[in-house]
């Protein structure tokens, strides 16, 4: 026996020790038919070859570790960056709690979202009285401002129509005529997360802006000097949208951020659970009409939502995830181009000093090589950051990235030396990026939390940059958009790289003669 | 901050009803009479809770609950770990369930064990519009060219499968045929059937029953020599361990456990239960099942078990012992012992920081009122208890074996209700899932996740209660409760914004 009252071994311990070693061991023997473990490791290696990647990549049917997520998770994200707005997924519950668990694994935060609980009913009937009783209830309980419709792939299938459902609720009086229910179809077996929050965010804008489903007037575009801000479906919301919001101030713009969820995924423990922090009130988003222009920092969660804007006569401009320094210039000139208003001497000292920092230490960065996988436009955003580290992205894999995407990819390879080696992989997965990795090694892979299956099995150090990451904490804090965005990213990247060198160091009498001190 | 244990049962009832009369006027009329019944004070002496339950979710009260997928894929066959299990469907069920419920197990991930991936099998429009058996079958021959050391494969549908009229029974026969006999099982677990969880349990253990035993050859060999004293974990699904710190007990005793259902399980094991001379079932919501069925077809008998804290092991040992020989009893009697030093120093560190801690509890199959033994073990009282999916038949084991006399009862409890229960109630502890979690830290309230034992663990055995108890005293006893409030500000009282 192990375990102590004085020392409590926790599972990573106590399951090590003799007693349940054994006990395994004769487990497996006895009673799981094991394969001939000579069987296992030949199978192993296989895996390992250009043959295995060669059968691997040929598949056409099955998906191995995706790294994406389905359309209404997109939406609840959308949703809750709205004031006391309540996301209302229509269709079947258990997308819901699944949903609210992805966001508060990720977040470590509530995550507060309704569904309209179809079952076999449902399915022969329609979902109208879901509908008709969900909205009454969740106006009722939650007090909500606004509830924001999307629907599972169940509604989807059987073809409900969230238009003229929400119509008929109101008649019904589920919730006062004149609320505000704008809705988005958002199929999962169309596009990904990064589509559903396309939808949703052109729904809401629709509602507001294109007379609320037949039942108020359109609304007349008066320009103004204001700006619009999208930030796209991110994992970094809280940290990003309060440095995006630091840049506008410090240039002077006035801005509306639609979709600002930075607050209700950050509130503090203070003794009082909010349901509902910040967001983007409702008339700014109605007012968002009136913007000057519109700036989507992620391309291709907006695919929909910008040209629905360009219709009523904004400029649109859209980025991909810009990270760094290059990225960010681009992005903070055309703030300036946009309002008129000079790019102030703060943000240049901003960026000087992350020059400063890439200067300090980019011969540690340089020449290494990096897989990288994610959202498509994060992808663009990192490879274009390393490929200004003088690094190489040498494979850029994105599960909810098509051709096109990859494409903007191989142009941002050939814009640049280091671009040379690198290759850009659309539709792929995590699977697949086995196979690159055992087949053509890099240095560091950057992804998410499921990467560390990677890093596990190849070796590759993985560096955590996306989303979800539920396996550390807080980094959701930090951005990484803007110069101090880039910083955060560089010193996370740095590292890992400084980290890795210690530990291929400091075997004593062997390897230590590297083990520096100053670096 | 427990205010009600200054208070006599009686004032606690009172207070309760007044509380369950409170959340109920938030409703509108229909459902706040839907609601009503399923929230109750307890009374003792009662043969269950008086609660309706196993009834579908009103629609916008954000139930907890999650669906069949979850039951079957995420509960009872995700964790068998020697075949691939397809979440078959669009992909996001696949991709939210991934790795996210900590069933360890021991093997080669991607090579001979699949538990800690994700396959999918992506659908599309074009699935949808012209069906998807030609892509499952043809996922199938990519498994077996790609992955040829699995040992079976599940196919695990989602919402459109059902919706769509694809027939995944032919794919699975024909492909079980080219194959060999291959065991490849269908499971028709589409996220609409059913209320909630409960329902994928069910279809999952039918389908265990259908296409694992059902064709196992009559005359088939075991793969070891029986013996007397085999029995298998059944409702287990070694989430932190727990199925591996709860064999430890039982082969010390001197049984032999020969399958595991399903934390750390593989075929072979599934196969070879029909074989036990013993089911001992933990999670009776999601196994009884397959437990009944073997007792009818089989004749092997069942006997439920409880490894949440010391008094409730004993108890299970003992009886568990109770349907064997001397031998075995002695066993039963040996291991208590053995493990008495460590209960001892367990309570005697821990007790005196937790005696008189109040805990509120809303979990699924069994916990709310498995664990009910391990707290008081502590000196802790549960003052609130409620399931997501249980039947009545849960109800009805908790009144008579586990509650006190006013204890606060919501089955399928909606967060309106749960928030609203605990600002009122306070108790020092709430243990329910990731969902809550943050909300009621967010109000001050301790809190530690119930599902997936806030990633510690195990909590099963001797072993695991040595965690179980270190755990809760740091949930309570952390420091950062009293930091909630800024010095310079009152002292909060948890608000529900969402209510007012």
Not at chain 1, 468 to 487: A, E, N, S
Request: a negative charge.
């Amino acid at each position: 026996m192990t375990q102590s009252a004085e020392h409590v071994l926790d599972h990573f311990e106590l399951f090590r020790g003799p007693e349940y070693q054994q006990m395994l061991a004769n487990k497996k023997k006895m009673f799981e038919n094991p394969r001939d473990p000579a069987e296992v490791e030949r199978i192993r290696e296989w895996a390992k070859t250009p043959e295995y990647r060669e059968k691997n990549f040929a598949r056409e049917a099955l998906t191995v570790n995706p790294a994406k997520a389905c359309q209404p998770l997109g939406a609840v994200f959308v949703a809750v960056g709205f004031e006391s707005t309540l996301p209302f997924v229509h269709g079947s519950q258990g997308c819901v709690a699944y949903y609210r668990s992805h966001l508060s694994r990720h977040f470590k935060e509530p995550s507060s979202c309704v569904s309209s609980s179809m079952t076999e009913d449902a399915a022969v009937f329609g979902g109208l009285n879901n509908m008709i009783d969900g909205l009454a209830n969740a106006y009722n309980m939650y007090k909500p401002k606004m509830i924001a419709v999307s629907t599972t792939c169940m509604a989807e299938v059987i073809g409900d129509d969230l238009n003229a459902f929400i119509k008929t609720s109101k008649e019904k009086g589920s919730v006062p005529a004149e609320f505000d229910v704008p809705f988005a179809h958002t199929p999962a077996f169309v596009g990904s997360h990064v589509t559903g929050y396309d939808n949703a965010m052109k729904g809401i804008l629709d509602h507001f802006w294109d007379g609320k489903a037949g039942t108020a007037p359109k609304l007349e575009r008066v320009p103004n000097e204001k700006i619009n801000f999208i930030g796209g479906f991110d994992g970094y919301t809280v940290g990003n949208l309060r440095e995006v919001k630091h840049i506008f101030e410090e240039m002077g713009i006035e801005y509306t951020i639609l979709g600002d969820n930075s607050n209700v995924f950050d509130t503090p423990t203070d003794g009082e659970f909010r349901m509902y922090e910040g967001g983007t009130t409702l008339e700014d988003a109605a007012n968002a009409v009136h913007a000057k222009a519109t700036i989507s920092m992620q391309h291709y969660c907006t695919e929909k939502t910008l040209p629905f804007i360009a219709n009523h006569g904004q400029e649109v401009v859209s980025f991909h995830h810009p990270v760094g320094v290059s990225g960010t210039d681009a992005f903070v000139m055309a703030l300036s181009r946009i309002s008129g208003k000079e790019i102030p001497e703060s943000l240049a000292l901003e960026r000087g000093r992350l020059v400063d920092a890439i200067a300090d230490s980019s011969a540690h960065i340089h020449g290494k090589k990096f897989a990288i996988y994610g959202d498509p436009d994060l992808c663009l955003g990192l490879a274009s950051f390393l490929l200004e580290l003088g690094a190489e992205p040498t494979h850029v894999l994105a599960t909810n990235g098509n051709k096109e995407w990859a494409e903007r990819v191989q142009a941002v390879f050939d814009a640049s030396p280091f671009g040379k080696n690198c290759h850009v992989y659309p539709g792929k997965d995590l699977w697949h990026m086995r196979s690159l990795l055992f087949t053509e090694p890099v240095d560091f892979l950057i992804g998410n939390t499921y990467g560390k299956y990677l890093e596990r099995d190849t070796g590759t150090p993985l560096i955590r940059i996306g989303f979800p990451i539920f396996d550390r904490h807080h980094k959701h804090r930090y951005p990484v958009w803007g110069y101090q965005g880039g910083l955060n990213v560089l010193v996370t990247i740095l590292d890992k790289i400084f980290d890795e060198i210690d530990r291929n160091t400091n075997v004593p009498a062997k390897s230590d003669y590297s083990f520096d001190i100053i670096r | 901050m427990s205010v009600i244990e200054k208070q006599s049962v009686a004032e606690i009832k009172a207070r309760n009803k007044e509380l369950i009369a409170e959340v109920l006027k938030v409703y509108p009329e229909k459902t706040a009479k839907r609601r009503a019944k399923h929230l109750n004070v307890h009374e003792s002496g009662k043969s269950d809770c008086g609660v309706k339950s196993n009834i579908k979710s009103i629609p916008g009260v954000m139930t907890i609950r999650g669906c069949a997928y979850a039951g079957s894929k995420g509960v009872v066959w995700g964790p068998i770990k020697d075949m691939i299990h397809i979440s078959h469907g669009p992909v996001g069920c696949g991709q939210y369930s991934w790795a996210a419920r900590r069933n360890y197990y021991i093997g080669t991930t991607g090579i001979d064990t699949f538990v800690t991936m994700q396959f999918t099998s992506d659908f599309q429009e074009k699935d949808i519009v012209f069906g998807g058996d030609k892509k499952l079958a043809k996922i199938m021959d990519e498994i077996q060219e790609l992955f040829p050391l699995n040992n079976g494969i599940t196919v695990q549908s989602e919402c459109p499968i059902g919706l769509i009229g694809d027939d995944i029974e032919a794919v699975s026969k024909t492909k079980s045929k080219e194959y060999d006999g291959k065991t490849i099982v269908p499971v028709r677990c589409e996220g609409f059937r059913g209320v909630s969880q409960s329902l994928g349990h069910h279809i999952a253990n039918d389908a265990i029953r259908d296409w694992v035993f059902d064709k196992l050859p009559a005359d088939a060999a075991p793969r070891f020599e029986p013996s007397d004293y085999d029995v298998a974990i059944i409702g287990d699904y070694n989430i932190g361990g727990d199925a591996w710190s709860s064999r430890i007990l039982l082969e010390e005793m001197g049984l032999r456990v020969i399958a595991q259902w399903s934390g750390d399980g593989s075929l072979a094991e599934l196969e070879a239960t029909p074989k036990a001379k013993l089911n001992v079932l933990h999670c009776y919501r999601s196994m009884n099942y397959i437990s009944r069925h073997m007792e009818e077809k089989f004749g092997i008998p069942w006997c439920e078990y409880n490894f949440f804290g010391p008094s409730k092991i004993a108890e299970s040992l003992r009886k568990i012992a109770s349907y064997f020989d001397d031998k075995i009893k002695e066993g039963a009697e040996r291991v208590i012992a053995k493990y008495q030093p460590l209960m001892d120093a367990v309570i005697a560190k821990y007790r005196p920081r937790l005696e008189g801690k109040t805990v509120m509890l809303f979990v699924g199959g069994l916990r709310p009122r498995h664990v009910i033994g391990a707290y008081e073990d502590l000196g802790m009282e549960v003052v609130g208890t409620g399931y997501e999916f249980a039947h009545n038949d849960d109800y009805q084991r908790t009144a008579q074996h586990y509650v006190k006399d006013g204890t606060l009862i919501y089955d399928d409890v909606t967060g309106y209700e749960f928030e609203k229960f605990v600002e009122k109630v306070q108790p020092d502890l709430v243990g329910s899932g990731i969902k809550e979690k943050y909300v009621f830290q967010k109000m001050g309230v301790p809190f530690r996740q119930m599902h997936s034992w806030d990633y510690s663990g195990p909590y099963h055995g001797y072993d695991g209660f040595a965690i179980f108890a270190r755990d809760m005293d740091m949930a309570i006893n952390s420091p950062v409760w009293k930091m909630t409030k800024a010095p310079w500000k009152q002292a909060p009282k948890p608000l529900l914004q969402a209510a007012e």
